[in-house]
């Protein structure tokens, strides 16, 4: 059995309901028997993973590997027969999305911010209009 030493992808991206996860040399390195070979982007350089299903799409995907002058070529189907990919998969897969919440709490947050920041203005110009034209209980309702 082959196990993933290290399995990093160089870019993720999502598109639809696709990750495509993109490998580049010392972003991925597998270990058999005691032996460990490095990810070259002879062939194959990506993974296409439905999110809705979490399937792989790209099978028939040849994988190269290489120590020295010696090189593992693998279809990405018996990659995931032979090795514990999966869980490396499942870990990047797991990690984007939570990425993808953290972004949205952020964006969210700064809207908030700066919505308020409108309001503030807003309310310091309905100020300035009621101080202009002499409204008395406009501006006390204003500075409640």
Do not use: C, W
């Not at 028997?33 to 990506?46: A, M, N, R, S, Y």
């Not at 990405?76 to 090795?83: A, E, F, K």
């Amino acid at each position: 059995m082959l196990h993933v030493q290290l399995m990093k992808p160089f870019y993720t991206k999502q598109e639809g309901q696709t990750m495509k996860l993109v490998f580049a040399y010392q972003y991925f390195s597998i270990r058999k028997d005691e032996e460990l070979f490095h990810f070259i982007p002879v062939e194959g350089k990506e993974i296409i993973v439905n999110l809705n299903t979490y399937q792989v799409e790209n099978l028939s995907e040849v994988f190269v590997f290489q120590k020295g002058n010696r090189f593992i070529r693998l279809p990405l189907y018996q990659l995931l027969l032979v090795s514990d990919i999966h869980i490396h998969l499942q870990t990047i897969l797991q990690h984007g999305k939570m990425e993808d919440s953290e972004i949205m709490s952020d964006v969210l947050e700064e809207a908030g911010e700066a919505i308020h920041s409108l309001e503030e203005g807003n309310r310091d110009r309905m100020i300035d209009y009621a101080l202009a034209n002499r409204d008395e209980g406009l501006f006390q309702k204003l500075i409640q």
